[in-house]
């Protein structure tokens, strides 16, 4: 009885390892791109292993960078019916379509897509049959959406509120109330133009940075900064008129927590004035802690700067 146990282990451990050696000989083959290796190999692994869903989907772009279209969307229709990566199976079954030219069943794949929100706007970039699909409405609706879903801080028809901190964007010079210039500041969009990036510099040399987004969740502004001397502030605002303004906690020497109150006035395209307040007495009183206005480089200017 030992005897056959240790056999049927031995067998198993065999048969295990043996299904190991395939699946990474098959992901070797699909990372170089040499997709004939790559097919026979998952055909193979698929066949031992019908329950990989992963297989299934690498066996259907396999077949599909080979132009072998009806096997692939066999391929992957089973990916999708084990449930894996629904929607990067999806992309897929939409990209094997429209190199068919099957355009209504792309259509209606990408429909879903647009539909679940994917953020997948790089298919219609490496995938040339999409264009082929140019000007028919439904694609192009769906497409837009798509895009919308990938980077929605782009489309300010469709998300005006996330651009509404645009007017502090740019490089500027930084004056205190006296005239004396305070730093410089480069303000810059990042992340699809979702988040915007402040780099201050004060005349000392000492710097700090500061990130700006939309919550869309919570209908509001957030801003985190953080300079070199660890100091950080979080705070949450909105645009009030053509201003924005922020509240953040502003703890006290004396264990207290008051309120920091800072506004960014928008003051047109080339100035801007960033005025801060503490209160430690609920609003009734209020004290500056400080007052700049920005002024926009001109163009030669932010060259030279760049070019230092």
């Not at 699909?133 to 509120?161: H, M, S, W, Y």
């Not at 209908?219 to 303004?245: A, C, H, I, P």
């Not at 953040?248 to 395209?269: C, H, I, M, S």
């Amino acid at each position: 009885m030992k005897r056959l146990l240790l056999a049927l282990l031995l067998t198993t451990i065999s048969a295990v390892a043996l299904a190991s050696d395939l699946a990474q000989q098959a992901a070797d083959a699909y990372s170089a791109g040499d997709w004939p290796k790559s097919q026979s190999l998952y055909t193979q692994l698929t066949a031992e292993q019908p329950e990989l869903g992963l297989a299934w989907y690498r066996l259907g772009e396999s077949q599909r960078q080979q132009k072998r279209f009806a096997e692939a969307l066999t391929a992957f229709e089973k990916a999708r019916q084990l449930g894996f990566q629904p929607l990067y199976t999806l992309g897929r079954l939409a990209a094997v379509h429209a190199e068919m030219g099957s355009t209504e069943k792309a259509v209606d794949v990408l429909e879903q897509l647009a539909k679940q929100q994917a953020p997948f706007a790089f298919i219609f970039d490496e995938t040339p049959a999409f264009r082929r699909l140019a000007g028919n409405a439904r694609f192009e609706a769906a497409k837009r959406n798509i895009q919308i879903a990938t980077t929605p801080c782009k489309f300010t028809d469709v998300n005006p509120e996330m651009r509404q901190f645009d007017f502090w964007v740019g490089e500027w010079d930084v004056f205190n109330p006296q005239g004396i210039q305070s730093g410089t500041s480069r303000i810059e969009r990042i992340l699809a133009d979702c988040v915007i990036l402040e780099n201050w510099t004060d005349r000392f040399g000492s710097q700090g940075k500061s990130f700006n987004k939309y919550d869309t969740a919570n209908k509001r502004w957030e801003q985190f900064w953080v300079d070199e001397q660890g100091s950080t502030t979080y705070f949450k605002g909105k645009l009030e008129d053509k201003n924005m303004v922020f509240h953040a906690e502003a703890p006290q020497p004396d264990g207290k927590v008051g309120e920091r109150k800072l506004t960014f006035y928008n003051l047109g395209p080339n100035k801007v004035r960033q005025f801060s307040q503490v209160t430690t007495d609920g609003g009734k009183t209020w004290t500056t802690e400080y007052d700049l206005t920005y002024v926009r480089r001109s163009n030669e200017k932010q060259a030279a700067a760049r070019a230092r």
